[in-house]
């Protein structure tokens, strides 16, 4: 068992492996070009040792953000020209809206931008440098939640949707096989695309060629329609309002209504963004049979029955009430996501009774540290010291145990998908760190 000292030590060597000078790429080969929400995660990490990097992380990333607010999932490096779906997939020139100088996708990754960035400033040991940072962010992060609550709150509720599996985050989760199944691909409806994920890591660990054809073809709606909102989402068969990205949402609201105080802006729309969409989480997702919030199919007009980790995340944003959250415990501590008693890892992304579970698959099982660091902080919230403290081990043990990759199975142990990936190794230091560190606006 590695000491704390030499993990931590460990973890700064992935995250500086991973740089590129300007920002940190996910994985060494998998993922060379700048991701959103990992972004944020990486930064989150940085605040607690290097400030001035933290910053620059989420500055970078910015500035692919697109004029109607939409922040890009991808901000494409340049210099790696062997990464494929690349650049010229998206077809982003046919927006009016997107970046002209900086190469971006045209789709976008759960928001979890406004509390990286108040973090940063909370950490940052310069407190001016710190409030300086939130003023030029403000109103990007003000620019980006307008866009999602403009373009994406298609009912006037309060509940953002989803127009591609990737937005989510949760790129291959069983949330979407139904959506998808919808899809009649037929000759001619398929861009041209290549692959090089299957080249890098196991073909069996990654989506099906038929699951890639439908993303293809939903981004080929995307600028087909010239990336203009209202006409992709009266022709997609693909619309969902996901569980993470609403939680994470509740929260970055939240987090941004500070922000506006922090620098003396009007922080009232936060507040209200926060809570309508917390409520309508109450209402429409939520399952008091199962203990669980579900995703809501939008296109089909049902909820999606998919047992996953995500359904739990809205503690995080402290959505449920007391009650719920005792529900929410009592199906976390079942053998499907390895409850307190049993040897395995907290928490397989996919009920393991379910029967598309795979402990090794992309999103279909295994578990992913950023699902636990959200329900690690969510457990906390609610006072569920014994269940947190068993994520929190996974989250420690598994990269210390078995090599900081990307996803590990929830029975061995065994790491999966890339190693070196950044996210593992910043989030396990934003635990380790945060014992040591100060706040400035405590
Ligand atoms: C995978 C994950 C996604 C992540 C990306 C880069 O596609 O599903 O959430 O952002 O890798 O790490």
């Not at 590129?20 to 993922?31: F, S």
């Not at 809570?275 to 909820?303: C, P, R």
């Not at 529900?327 to 029967?355: H, M, Q, R």
């Not at 990307?406 to 790491?415: A, L, R, S, V, W």
Request: glycine share 6%.
């Amino acid at each position: 068992m590695t000491s704390r000292e030499g993990l931590v030590k460990q973890a700064k060597k992935v995250l500086e492996q991973n740089w590129l000078g300007y920002a940190t790429k996910p994985a060494p080969r998998l993922y060379p070009h700048q991701w959103s929400w990992d972004s944020a995660f990486i930064a989150m990490a940085y605040a607690h040792y290097d400030s001035p990097r933290a910053i620059q992380e989420m500055r970078s990333l910015f500035e692919g953000q697109w004029q109607n607010g939409l922040l890009p999932h991808i901000i494409f490096n340049q210099k790696a020209s062997d990464y494929s779906p690349g650049p010229e997939f998206w077809r982003i020139d046919r927006s009016p809206h997107a970046s002209k100088d900086v190469m971006t996708s045209g789709i976008i990754q759960p928001p979890v931008h406004a509390t990286s960035i108040l973090h940063i400033a909370h950490q940052d040991p310069d407190r001016d440098r710190g409030l300086a940072f939130l003023r030029e962010m403000f109103p990007k992060l003000k620019s980006w939640h307008a866009y999602l609550y403009k373009e994406r709150d298609l009912e006037q509720n309060g509940l953002i949707s989803i127009r591609h599996p990737w937005e989510s985050g949760q790129d291959n989760s069983p949330i979407w096989d139904q959506a998808l199944s919808r899809i009649r691909i037929e000759a001619g409806m398929v861009p041209e695309y290549r692959r090089v994920d299957t080249d890098i890591v196991n073909v069996i660990e990654r989506p099906t060629t038929a699951e890639y054809d439908h993303y293809a073809y939903l981004v080929k709606n995307f600028y087909e329609n010239d990336y203009d909102e209202s006409r992709i989402f009266q022709s997609s068969p693909f619309i969902i309002q996901d569980v993470l990205f609403n939680s994470l949402l509740v929260q970055a609201n939240r987090d941004l209504s500070t922000i506006a105080h922090l620098v003396g802006e009007d922080s009232q729309i936060f507040d209200q963004w926060a809570m309508q969409t917390s409520n309508a989480m109450n209402e429409k997702l939520w399952d008091s049979t199962h203990g669980i919030y579900f995703d809501y199919d939008l296109v089909s007009g049902q909820a999606i029955h998919a047992h996953v980790a995500a359904g739990f995340s809205p503690l995080y944003a402290g959505v449920p009430n007391a009650a719920q959250a005792e529900l929410i415990l009592a199906n976390l501590n079942t053998y499907g996501f390895c409850p307190l008693d049993e040897v395995c890892w907290a928490v397989p992304s996919y009920d393991k009774l379910e029967p598309g579970y795979s402990p090794s698959r992309y999103w279909r099982g295994p578990v992913w540290i950023n699902v636990n660091w959200v329900l690690y902080r969510g457990l906390c919230r609610y006072g569920f010291q014994a269940y947190a403290e068993h994520v929190k081990q996974a989250i420690i043990k598994l990269p210390s145990e078995y090599g900081f990759y990307e996803y590990f199975d929830p029975d061995t142990g065994q790491g999966h998908g890339s190693e070196s990936f950044s996210w593992t190794a910043a989030l396990l230091l934003d635990l380790l760190l945060e014992e040591e560190n100060y706040g400035q606006f405590d």
